[in-house]
């Protein structure tokens, strides 16, 4: 007589249905999403630099969703047959084993258009904004470089085919902002309006215990910016110019604004200038203590980098900023962090990583 005998070894073993991995792709998973965003962030503001240069139409898309679905199913089975007697058979034994694995990764992209493209790009920098970046140990003469047009009336810089250079009073402004910087000799507050609850940021200079270098510096930047001699306190606001000698109005540059300067200093082909796709590289000035340096170097060629920090492809060349050129790098991750701080409350929601622990 011959006995089959199927044990089902998943019910004796209790691994029926899903195995669970969840858990374990954490560390791998959130990673692997974290640089895939940012490098494509990266690529993607890159890009649309390059192509303001040539006057192209530059093109948002924010990833606004990740969700990982992973499943794993795993079955195995046990049957054989056990002869008592009887005819001489063999005794016989079977197994079986079956396993499924799906992964439906979905990525969610917003194209970034009318009133959020404008909430984002066209916004100018809040001023208290800037300053705070400031306090936290971004260099002041670099921010205020990239993020401010004018500064009581002394102009910056502007990019562009009709560009303009910079007010020879800009860049020793910057220069003694970024000394009284190093000293400490500076800190910011916030005060609250008794008449419309608004907050205003107020600008303090320090008063003891300073270098005869810091109360120079001091001195020069209340005389460039038309403040009141002895004053320490100065209230910051937005605008190009002010009648108050104790007011700070900078007017503070756009994500947008931000793009098509640096986009100036994208060292283009000769061909493409000479074909006017785009309009020439400008030289680059004379190097001094207050002359402004550029603010990128974005570099060309016909073929790949080897060590960028960005790189992207436009035109059968390549672009990039390299990646040993922490001044670069730097700016570059400033307007990535400008755009953030231009956006509003009802802004699209982050990225967001879901994966299934089952």
Not at 29 to 50: C, E, G, H, M, P
Not at 190 to 202: G, R
Not at 220 to 231: A, H, I, M, Q, S
Not at 326 to 334: A, D, L, P, V
Request: hydrophobic share 40%; charged share 20%; glycine share 8%.
């Amino acid at each position: 007589m011959l006995v089959r005998v199927w044990v089902p070894l998943l019910a004796l073993l209790g691994l029926s249905g899903c195995a669970s991995f969840g858990p374990t792709s954490v560390d791998r998973d959130r990673f692997d999403y974290v640089q895939a965003i940012a490098t494509s962030w990266k690529q993607q503001t890159l890009f649309n630099i390059v192509k303001l240069r040539y006057a192209d139409t530059p093109v948002f898309l924010d990833v606004a969703q990740v969700i990982g679905s992973y499943q794993l199913q795993a079955g195995i089975s046990v049957g054989g047959g056990v002869n008592f007697g009887g005819p001489p058979l063999p005794n016989t034994l079977s197994l079986g084993s079956a396993a499924t694995y799906t992964d439906r990764p979905t990525v969610v992209y917003t194209p970034l258009t009318g009133s959020h493209f404008i909430k984002v790009m066209m916004t100018p920098v809040p001023p208290p904004a800037l300053f705070l970046l400031i306090e936290s140990g971004w260099p002041a003469d670099m921010l205020l470089q990239i993020g401010a047009q004018t500064i009581n009336g002394i102009s910056n810089k502007r990019g562009g085919a009709r560009g303009r250079t910079a007010d020879p009073e800009f860049g020793q402004l910057l220069a003694a902002i970024q000394r009284i910087q190093a000293s400490g000799a500076v800190g910011l507050r916030t005060e609250v309006s008794k008449e419309n609850k608004q907050e205003a940021t107020v600008l303090t200079l320090g008063r003891k215990d300073l270098a005869p270098e810091t109360l120079a510096d001091q001195a020069l930047v209340r005389k460039l910016l038309g403040l009141r001699p002895g004053l320490h306190e100065f209230k910051v606001v937005y605008g190009a110019v002010t009648d108050s000698d104790d007011v700070i109005a900078i007017q503070t540059r756009s994500g947008f604004q931000i793009m098509v300067e640096l986009g100036a200093e994208v060292e283009v082909p000769a061909d493409h200038a000479g074909e006017r796709r785009t309009y020439p590289s400008r030289p680059e000035p004379t190097a001094g203590p207050d002359v402004l340096p550029p603010l990128v170097r974005i570099l060309s060629g016909t073929s790949a980098p080897a060590d960028a920090f960005a790189a992207v492809k436009y035109h059968d060349y390549w672009y990039w900023i390299d990646d040993r050129d922490y001044r670069s790098k730097g700016i570059f991750t400033f307007l990535m962090i400008i755009m953030t701080l231009s956006e509003k409350d009802d802004k699209v929601p982050a990225p967001v990583v879901t994966i299934p622990a089952n």
